[in-house]
């Protein structure tokens, strides 16, 4: 969430606690007129400010029972904007400081001009039918929301006996009406209402923009195509997607080596630190397309984030038109998990996103190592209906966010590194229990090329033998401090000259999560030759 300090005490738009604002203002939407008496702060039952285009620019301070005066001495951040309109009224105009400068993209990404606020549209039908609301930002991140024209008058009136409004009971009712379970509120600060009012006060500071969802720089380049653009986002991914995972991702793109893997190896490694999906001849097949694997995916927010921000990156590179970056490698994104809803949460996030042409769910049970083998060894049954023609597809990456399948980490560490070393048969005399004790064979190795990268986050103790003082998760599903690093670490490969170490571990480190102060593992190993 983008932050802006503001401290001017003259600015317009900032009035006493309990000042009203009336104006008069055509609907346009059906002609008719209707008289709002906007008040600028909360009343003394609700943790929001009724505010217009320039209160919420001017900033919040982060108590909602004090006026803009009286909050002028604390530091102030415009709120993200939750836009609850229709997308044809969105694309019509909206809220944005963004003024044409951000739609010019230089070569580097940090001389991109970013506007410091963050404004998304999600439908209100899109978020009481559940279709767009895992966009919606954590319980605990402050917000504003633009309600709707024809919901203005009903959410005003909500408070009457009798009185329903829809946007209430999704926002700040404590208890779920499907479940009837307690739950917590999300944190709305400020609400402005859809009307005249606020768009003629939003032109004259000019904060009104349009939007082109074709291409949403609205400008076609020099091949006459919309290049893609990543949109805001309410929601942050995992911090080791950001980190370590998406540079990664960057550099097996340009084909270059990773700079950031070789200041985290071990001093005693003398190993190669190029993070890339390799043949097992050392070589890069041109054709080749890497797949990233989000084990246990959910939402797939996660998937999502690196879709978006290395379709965008990828676009910009052709765009320089250079004999380089025509051969830049191409990366396909799949989402897996066992949960059948998996698929319908996925899929209208990535088509709203503009990568549902590069992410594809997939159900699989991945306790079922015959199955995991099955797939992984021909990663193209991933893409399922659509197949990359002429091309082979290799996993480039596996990583886990908050998902802990012991045996699977178990059978990627103990993967070989070349496919001759494979077994084409299931050893009978390898066995191990099934979940009712029957005794199952278990599945031959599994084969992970040289580059292949693993990354998990987890709830893991902050030290060994540490106690886990928290109720969720359970103690079970908790990683012990070192449980990765000798899982990966130890594992080796066989063949004719011996054991040879098979992973090279980049990170193991430890944070901590924001709702609870839970510490999470953050670990990264690389598969070697």
Not at 115 to 122: F, G, H, S
Not at 239 to 245: H, Y
Not at 459 to 473: I, L, M, Q, T, Y
Request: proline share 6%; hydrophobic share 35%; aromatic share 6%.
């Amino acid at each position: 969430m983008a932050s802006n300090n503001n401290e001017d005490d003259g600015a317009p738009g900032k009035r006493k606690r309990g000042s009203l604002e009336t104006a008069s203002t055509r609907d346009d939407h059906d002609g008719t007129t209707m008289t709002l008496t906007i008040p600028t702060t909360t009343s003394s039952n609700r943790p929001y400010q009724i505010v217009g285009a320039r209160p919420w620019l001017d900033g919040w301070a982060g108590d909602p029972m004090m006026s803009a005066e009286e909050n002028d001495g604390e530091s102030r951040k415009i709120l993200p904007l939750v836009d609850l309109r229709p997308y044809d009224d969105f694309d019509r105009r909206h809220l944005s400081l963004a003024q044409g400068d951000n739609d010019k993209h230089g070569e580097d990404d940090d001389a991109a001009v970013v506007p410091d606020i963050t404004v998304v549209n999600l439908p209100l039908s899109t978020l009481l039918s559940g279709e767009r609301s895992c966009e919606l930002p954590p319980r605990h991140v402050e917000f504003a929301i633009l309600v709707p024209h024809q919901f203005v008058q009903t959410f005003r009136d909500n408070d009457e006996e009798g009185s329903r409004c829809s946007i209430h009971d999704l926002f700040f009712a404590s208890r779920s009406k499907s479940t009837l379970q307690s739950r917590k509120p999300w944190l709305v600060r400020q609400v402005m209402f859809d009307g005249d009012s606020l768009w003629s006060e939003a032109s004259e500071i000019g904060c009104v923009r349009c939007f082109d969802r074709e291409g949403e720089s609205g400008v076609r380049d020099r091949c006459g195509v919309f290049p893609y653009r990543s949109l805001p986002r309410l929601w942050k991914p995992d911090p080791l997607v950001c980190s370590d995972i998406l540079p990664a991702l960057k550099d097996w793109i340009l084909d270059k080596r990773h700079p950031r893997s070789a200041e985290r190896i071990d001093e005693k490694s003398t190993n190669d630190n190029c993070v890339e999906c390799v043949d097992t001849n050392g070589t890069v097949p041109e054709k080749s397309v890497g797949l990233v694997l989000d084990l246990g995916s959910g939402a797939g927010r996660d998937i999502c984030f690196l879709a978006e921000e290395l379709k965008q990156f990828r676009h910009r590179l052709l765009r320089q038109a250079t004999q380089e970056n025509h051969s830049l490698r191409s990366i396909r994104f799949v989402g897996i998990d066992n949960h059948k809803g998996s698929a319908k949460r996925c899929l209208p996030l990535w088509k709203n996103r503009g990568v549902e042409d590069i992410a594809y769910p997939f159900l699989l049970d991945l306790k079922k190592l015959h199955l995991v083998r099955d797939h992984f060894m021909d990663a193209s049954k991933l893409l399922q209906s659509k197949p990359l023609k002429n091309q082979r597809s290799d996993i480039l990456c596996i990583f886990a966010i908050r998902y802990l399948n012991r045996k699977l980490l178990s059978y990627i560490a103990n993967s070989e590194h070349t496919i001759d070393e494979v077994p084409t048969i299931i050893q009978t005399q390898s066995t191990a229990k099934h979940s009712k004790g029957v005794m199952q064979p278990l599945p031959p190795p599994l084969f992970l090329p040289p580059g292949t990268i693993v990354a998990i986050s987890h709830f893991c103790k902050s030290e060994e033998g540490a106690s886990w003082n928290f109720d969720h998760p359970k103690e079970s599903n908790v990683l012990d401090r070192w449980e990765l690093k000798k899982l990966f670490d130890g594992g080796a490969c066989s063949n004719a000259k011996g054991h040879e170490r098979c992973w090279q571990v980049l990170k193991d480190d430890l944070v901590f999560d924001g709702d609870h102060g839970r510490s999470l593992i953050q670990f990264v190993a690389r598969k070697v030759s």
